[in-house]
């Protein structure tokens, strides 16, 4: 998803002499190149957006934008391309626009689709009350507890766990997913946790329904208002500085 802007003199030339005219491709060159770096940063206007937008956005929003500049005309986008993690075009596309606006499908929840151990239409919600289910400073879960489950399900499917085995970590005991509701436990995912007593299957994720949202401000609009009042500013004052 991306936005070009491309400048037009007409608002302009009013308010230029006839020799600051023969500044304005140049300085509008320069004029971009300013908005660009403004826009992309992760302390830029779109991030401070983001900020106000969404609860303690992590640097990996706040570092989405990318520019790409030819002449005086500018593409500016967020990045949906990424090497590891989640990309951000993609998380972000339901609150800004640009995309579908249901829940962006994680690295955990397309490895739960995959291996048909989630319906599709379905979505892991952590069940923060859990001992085993960490979480940072904002609130959100820790990825290492993801990669834990993952492992968890896994070493239970190759029979590499034994039934009430102990351990402080997810993957020490038995993990597994109830793909739809059986019995007394609902869809989700459950780890076997022992004690004296017995065992028992204690809750980690529930699969609900996948949620949606409308965009908050669409990426589109943020740049339009910005790109309005910012450029004309920064061009005017390349021109001018460029005709002294």
């Known amino acids: 998803m991306a936005k070009t802007i491309k400048l037009s003199i007409k608002n302009l030339e009013k308010r230029l002499t006839i020799y600051e005219q023969t500044q304005v491709k140049f300085a509008g060159k320069k004029a971009l190149t300013q908005y660009a770096k403004r826009a992309k940063t992760k302390e830029g206007f779109i991030a401070k957006k983001y900020k106000m937008m969404f609860r303690s956005p992590v640097f990996f929003t706040l570092n989405s934008t990318f520019t790409v500049q ?11 391309k990424v090497d590891k993690g989640n990309p951000a075009g993609k998380y972000l596309y339901p609150a800004i626009g640009g995309g579908s606006t249901s829940a962006y499908a994680t690295q955990f929840t397309q490895y739960l689709k995959n291996r048909n151990l989630m319906d599709n239409g379905d979505y892991p919600f952590a069940v923060l009350g859990n001992r ?9 879960v820790r ?6 489950v993952m492992f968890g399900l896994a070493k239970t499917r190759d029979k590499e766990v034994k039934a009430r085995s102990k351990g402080g970590k997810i993957q020490d005991a038995r993990v597994v ?10 869809k989700g995912i459950y780890r076997e946790v022992s004690n004296k007593k017995g065992s028992y299957l204690s809750p980690l994720f529930m699969f609900k329904p996948t949620p949606s949202q409308k965009p908050k401000q669409t990426f589109r609009l943020i740049i339009q208002d910005s790109s309005k009042k910012i450029i004309p500013e920064l061009w005017l004052k390349e021109i001018k500085e460029l005709a002294k």
């Open 143 to 148: 990825r290492y507890i993801y990669r834990n």
């Open 132 to 140: 085993y289910i960490k979480t940072d400073a904002s609130g959100r």
């Open 70 to 80: 030819k002449g005086i005309k500018l593409d500016i986008g967020v990045k949906d």
């Open 177 to 186: 997913a109830f793909r739809s509701n059986k019995g007394k436990f609902k």
